[in-house]
């Protein structure tokens, strides 16, 4: 009975498909990007709409928001007394300076790199996976090695230079030490990106140079730097991008200090809205926002910047 | 000529002075991890253990601590496979979509895709947490799994791949009878192998490494991934270095697994990430 039943169901269906063929080659594409659309709409889309409408909210994260227009804006942006003001002052302060001070070394080291392997020296293949390494490990893991090699008692850096510097608590050092693990850490992408990009490089321009009277560096400058030009537009958006999200390394490593002078403003936006006590997710979505709005605009000047130089 | 050697001279020697930084922080985790705590406290740093013990591994990965690494690894191999599995039947759905079928609003629906990845991913940190705690999702595997699947990137790389697959292949399998579903199953997803090896490479390594959100979505120290874990175990470690440093390796091992068998993937993929052609 069952069996006859499914069969009639199924003759049917297939009726149905023969006789609205059309209707049906219509729908079908939406099941295969459906499923994914669904989870982008409620994960991504959905949410990020809900970011900025909720930071013009009072919000705790349990009740509803409470709609306050401006205020989140005019506490965090305009109230000087406010802690809120100091927090996005300095928290966005330190924020640029780790995009600053991260950035061109993280474009100029792994340039060089590159450079260097494309001369395929020995041992191509190991020096490519050493400097690539770091990038498949995470924050933490690397945070506990930096933090243990400068130590200021048992580190063997401060052995061997025979200092008892202050790494991860002084500045300017704990602003050396941030910005060194980052460079050891995250190269190997930008370095792969280059290394793909010069070996796309017609040998046939350097050799053309060579017979003009040019030396490497005038070759480096004349042939290599605007053949990769892409490419290094698109490491130069991509990374400031990656390092306006820092986070992990200063909470791990110098736990934002001496004095808030390495607290970032995504660890405040993270105590705000997460942070033991009442949630003040309102506030940290309002600075959420500004990060994202600082974020969006360093791109887009990078971008027409590097572009409308030919 | 003569140039031509001095240049590759000079390279090596940099290279040779940028490897020794390199490998100095692993070679150091590496043979921390073999040392006793006594060892490495006290104020004549060696190079080598004096002794070389395994306590570290044993204390780290079984004693009954509250630091429970061997329980955190487990967690994190359960999200990232999970979340790659997840990743690689949306995407390649979502890739046969966009690139080899017609319908309305397909090319709207993709740009509008393609535009929300220059919008900054901060702005919905809060309200995803509320989402995930509304779903009861809080201290959940699915937490960490679900909504890194939303992401759009991996459909671009597989839609840029699926289009440099003649059309007239699909053609043919038509007339040969063959439905939608068989054209994507049977002769879509065996050539597009090598683009999903590299999408589920960068998703198990980009999940297993998560840190931020992890952090915010499990509080419960059993229930955590390794990641946020090891920031637990720097506290609870302060002062015990050989520890965390062990927990450290122990949390890289499945990444630099995974890169030691598929680094010709690895390397291609990151110059076909950039997505853009020399």
Known sequence: MINTGENKELSMSTAIMKNSRKKRLNLSPYLYIGPHLILFGIFFLFPTLYGIYISFTNWDLIGEPEFVGLANY???????????????????????????????????????????????????????????????????????????????????????????????????????????????????????????????????????????????????????????????????????????????????????????????????????????????????????????????????????????RD | MEKKRITKGISLIFLLIMAFIWIVPLLYTILSSFKSEADIQSSAFTILPINWVIGNYQDVLFANTSAPVAKWFMNSLIISVSQTVLVIVLVSLAGYGYSRMKFKGRDAIFIFLMATMMFPAVVNLIPLYKIIDTLGWVNNYMAAIVPGAAGVFNIFLVRQFMQGIPIDFDESARVDGASDFQIFTKLILPLIRPVLTVVALFTFTGSWNDFLWPSIVFNEVEKMPITPGLQLLQGMYALDVAHALTGALIAIVPTFILYLFTQKYFMESLSLSSGVKG
Not at chain 1, 287 to 307: D, E, K, N, P, T
């Open chain 1, 74 to 308: 005019a506490e965090i942006l305009v109230n000087k007394d406010s802690t809120f003001y100091d927090q996005l002052r300095i928290g966005l302060g330190n924020t640029f300076k780790f995009v600053l001070f991260t950035v061109p070394a993280c474009i100029i080291v792994p340039l060089l790199l590159a450079a260097g392997l494309n001369t395929k020296p020995k041992g191509l293949k190991f020096f490519q996976a050493l400097f690539y390494m770091p990038t498949l490990f995470s924050v933490s893991a690397v945070m506990i090695v930096f933090a243990m090699l400068f130590s200021v008692s048992f580190g063997p850096i401060n052995h061997y230079l025979n200092v008892d510097t202050n790494w991860l608590s002084t500045q300017p050092y704990a602003w050396f030490t941030l910005v060194i693990v980052t460079v050891w850490w995250t190269i190997g992408g930008n370095m792969i990106i280059y290394q793909a990009a010069l070996n796309g490089i017609s040998k046939d321009l350097y050799e053309a140079a060579s017979i003009d009277g040019a030396n490497s560096v005038q070759k480096f400058f004349k042939i290599t730097l605007p053949s990769i030009r892409a490419q290094i537009l698109y490491t130069v958006v991509i990374t400031t991008i990656a390092q306006f999200n820092v986070y992990g390394q200063p909470l791990m490593l110098t736990k934002g200090g001496p004095t808030s002078s390495t607290t970032v403003l995504l660890m405040y936006i993270q105590e705000n809205a997460f942070g033991s006590g009442i949630s003040i997710a309102g506030i940290g979505a309002a600075m959420a926002v500004i990060l994202g709005i600082c974020i969006m605009i360093v791109s887009a000047i990078q971008f027409f910047f590097l572009r409308q």
